[in-house]
């Protein structure tokens, strides 16, 4: 199979086209058909070596954890699917992820593709949409009536927790510069702060919740909007125990757990139409056009999700 990997750490130049074999699939495990994958922050984070200490990894390294495409293949103990189904998945985080033309993906990270969703529509959801739905249900348990700031509401993960959030009831806040204010507002967003011209933790007190993904000094400035008793999540970072302290709430940083069954749910959102796939731009299958796609998840300043249509 056609796969774009790298053999060594460094900057976006080290993404190469080589052929390797097809995987092998355990018995737990599917063979899908990558149809379209997405760009996600991970992926350029370690192919920078940021997170070598944490995945120790021989090379060669693929790079990659949304698919979306088609079951080729399945494993003796698979029971929920079958070949040719449509499928989409945030797959277990392996060296040999999605950037290629096939991927295994253990059956409980898998969900049906939503029949309304093409799949680089699908492929935009997994990794993003997981992270939104964990970090606004399962860890800050927003509910009807929350005041919710979520920033960089104009990105990957952003422009789908403002969707989430809404769904949930929830009041919604969100930073995102000037050119964006009608997008996240068509999201859903119910005040918008332009980051290049106003300082959010000047406009907003009194919050519930702040779903935190840019990390740093945006991180610590997230704690003065909260009140007592408030939550903080942060996809960017460890938050300070003495700003949690100070300001009576509580904080955490996440990581997603994949989640076939929660991106079940999801799927079902997406069928309904309450939530919308946000793909903002798209390239192509090759080791130039994956450099381009890292070169502008770099920038921070991709609107939607970047997505890489394989077949």
């Known amino acids: 199979m056609r796969a774009v990997v790298i053999n060594e750490y460094g900057s976006k130049d080290v993404l190469v086209e080589q052929e390797l074999p097809k995987p092998e699939i355990n018995a737990n495990q599917v063979l899908v058909e990558v149809h379209a994958t997405s760009i996600n922050p991970i992926d350029w984070k370690l192919r920078a070596g940021y997170l070598k200490q944490m995945l120790d990894w021989s090379f060669p390294i693929i790079l990659g ?9 399945v494993g003796s103990d698979v029971k929920n699917f079958e070949v040719g189904d449509e499928v989409f998945a945030r797959p277990d985080t392996t060296a040999k992820g999605t950037y290629a033309e096939f991927t295994t993906v253990d059956q409980e990270l898998l969900a049906k593709k939503p029949s309304n969703l093409t799949f680089e529509e699908a492929a935009s959801i997994p990794l993003a949409g997981l992270t939104a739905w ?4 399962d860890n800050t348990q927003v509910k009807q009536g929350d005041k919710v700031l979520i920033q960089a509401g104009a990105g990957g993960v952003g422009s789908l927790a403002i969707q989430m959030a809404k769904h949930l009831g929830a009041y919604v806040a969100t930073t995102a510069s000037e050119k964006n204010e009608a997008y996240v507002k068509e999201l859903g967003a119910d005040v918008f702060i332009n980051y290049r011209t106003q300082q959010f933790e000047e406009e907003l007190s009194d919050y519930d919740v702040v779903i935190d993904t840019m990390g740093d000094e945006i991180l610590n ?47 079902d959102l997406l069928e309904k139409g309450i939530v919308k796939p946000q793909v903002g731009s798209t390239f192509g299958f090759s080791a130039e056009q994956l450099q381009k796609a890292h070169e502008l998840s770099e920038t921070h300043h991709a609107k939607g999700k970047i997505v890489i249509k394989v077949k």
């Open 221 to 267: 400035k997230g704690f003065q909007v909260l009140k007592p008793g408030g939550r903080l999540v942060t996809i960017a970072g460890q938050p300070d125990p003495a700003l949690a302290e100070k300001h009576q709430v509580t904080a955490s940083s996440y990581w997603l757990t994949p989640n076939g069954k929660q991106l079940a749910e999801i799927g």
């Open 65 to 73: 954890w949304d698919v979306a495409g088609k079951i080729v293949e």
């Open 134 to 137: 964990q970090c606004l249900v």
